[in-house]
């Protein structure tokens, strides 16, 4: 196995873990932007107001694109051990 062949294994890698979290990175901060700016507008400085809404997002995020996330990494996963063949020759 050459060191270009690691190098672009992990280079799928971070990508679909990239593909995997941006989702719900970017839910809980657009969320976390909104809540913030409410306090902003409301005068309300309540820290632990900003916890519960961006945890209940990235939670009903999280359950709504679980199937798909499983099914990217089992694909990949796949792709992986059907690879094994030709990196072990």
Do not use: C, N
């Amino acid at each position: 196995m050459s060191p270009d062949y690691v190098v672009e294994i992990m280079k799928g890698l971070m990508a679909h873990i990239m593909m995997l979290a941006t989702p719900l990175l970017l839910t809980g901060m657009v969320v976390g932007l909104l809540v913030s700016l409410f306090q902003a507008v409301t005068s309300l400085q309540e820290q632990t107001l900003t916890f519960v809404p961006k945890a209940l997002a990235v939670t009903t995020l999280l359950f709504f694109i679980m199937p798909w996330m499983v099914r990217t990494l089992m694909d990949y996963t796949k792709g992986i051990f059907e690879k094994i063949p030709s990196m072990v020759m």
